[in-house]
């Protein structure tokens, strides 16, 4: 048996797996007012799914967290929405809970997740599409992570240099033209109006005939086909599989980039590349971190 946990900014999810099966899956809040009260979080977390009675029948805890990991040695580096810095999960659980873990951030576990689905020799980009923009490569099963665990920051490549301002401190990135947060900014700040849009609203708009979020909209289409168009060149990719919330409610956007991508790719046949969907959807991430840990080496 594995414990998937899933820590994100405002929820933790947690995941039973027992002999390749998810057999619960529990969410609870995360406390993120201190060190202290995200491992409290945790913990509460865990005992959700699993009685003290039942912890010794579990091999392992993988672990899913939104920051940068070293997941060689199973620390959490820094996590920009948690109080957490320079922390060992690999110690932590060892010591609270006798258990081996694997940690690793979210866009990798999302990806770990979903690539368990095609075939290991095959070059696999993940594009995830939420708040912001997270990216992954699965290369012949094994994930690009580059010398200090930042490869495919996808969302802070530059779109237009001098461009939007991103939530990053630079300016023109693609996530300041397509992700979640950018677009709301973008769209209150045409209109003024104080009401949270997220993209599918703004998608709704769109097709509505709100001229704002018309502009908005179409732009983060422009800027998600460049960026898809981009890493296709860069990867000459068997697989391109697209996750997150986003991809999860958008009426359009897929098949907006595919159809950008008919006339604008060059190098590459677009009959040739697999265009997916995410399948584990919200259980991804805590289902990719106990992945981790049995395929060890990704
Ligand atoms: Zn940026």
Redesign the pocket.
């Known amino acids: 048996m594995f414990i998937g946990v899933d820590v994100g900014g405002t929820t933790i999810k947690t995941l039973l797996l027992a002999e390749n099966e998810i057999i619960a899956f529990e969410t609870e809040p995360n406390v993120t007012t201190s060190e202290k009260s995200v491992l409290e979080s945790i913990e509460k977390a865990i005992s959700k799914i699993i009685s003290k009675k039942d912890m010794g029948k579990v091999e392992a805890i993988g672990l899913s967290i939104a920051g940068q990991v070293d997941s060689q040695n199973g620390i959490l580096i820094n996590a920009p929405n948690m109080p957490l810095k320079s922390f060992n999960f690999n110690k932590y659980f060892k010591e609270k809970y006798g258990k081996e873990c694997f940690v690793d951030n979210d866009v990798n576990c999302a990806a770990i997740a979903e690539s368990s689905l095609y075939p290991v020799n095959t070059t696999q980009i993940f594009i995830f599409l939420g708040t912001g923009i997270g990216g992954a490569a699965m290369i012949n099963g094994k994930m690009l992570r580059g010398a200090n665990n930042l490869a495919m920051e996808i969302?802070?490549m530059t779109h237009i240099d001098g461009g939007h301002q991103?939530?990053?401190g630079?300016r023109g990135?693609y996530?300041?033209y397509a992700g979640g947060k950018s677009l709301n900014r973008l769209y209150q700040e045409a209109t003024g109006t104080t009401e949270y849009m997220n993209i599918i609203k703004i998608e709704d708009g769109a097709l509505n005939g709100d001229k704002h979020a018309s502009k908005i909209f179409n732009e983060a289409i422009h800027a998600l086909s460049a960026l898809t168009n981009d890493l296709i060149t860069i990867f000459n990719p068997d697989y391109i599989i697209f996750g997150g919330g986003v991809i999860e409610h958008s009426k359009t956007i897929l098949d907006s980039i595919k159809g950008y991508l008919k006339s604008n790719i060059r190098f590459a046949n677009l009959s040739d590349i697999k265009f997916k969907e995410s399948v584990f959807k919200d259980r991804s991430n805590a289902y990719g971190a106990i992945l981790g840990y049995i395929r060890k080496h990704i």
Do not use: L, Q, V
């Open positions: 969302g802070h991103c939530g990053c630079k990135c996530e300041a």
